[in-house]
């Protein structure tokens, strides 16, 4: 029995400003919302072509496809911190003080 399609999008680095971006189908985006979601086996392969295409290292690097749960948001940890842009801890003005030892 085949493994049900789980939905991909593809998502790489910026090489100028280093932020995660993902493929709109036209162009790459900062914004998760915007990526284009494969919904079946032949939308995949043209994201993992889309990959592999040598002319994308002029603008991003390290592109891969990432799995997406059918609301549309990235299934594992890594891939939801990298859409999410924020930090996941406070730092400079709003990190905590620590108290003198």
Avoid: C, H
Avoid at 31 to 38: E, G, N, R, T
Avoid at 69 to 98: C, M, S
């Amino acid at each position: 029995m085949a493994k049900p399609f789980t939905p991909v999008a593809l998502t790489a680095n910026d090489l100028l400003e280093g932020d995660a971006v993902w493929w709109t189908g036209e162009a790459w985006s900062p914004s998760v919302s915007a990526a284009l979601i494969a919904r079946d086996e032949a939308e995949a392969a043209l994201l993992s072509a889309r990959a592999a295409d040598p002319a994308e290292g002029a603008r991003v690097v390290g592109a891969y496809l990432v799995e997406f749960d059918q609301a549309g948001r990235p299934r594992l940890r890594r891939e939801a911190i990298r859409a999410d842009r924020e930090p996941t801890f406070a730092y400079g003005a709003a990190a905590p003080l620590r108290d003198a030892a």
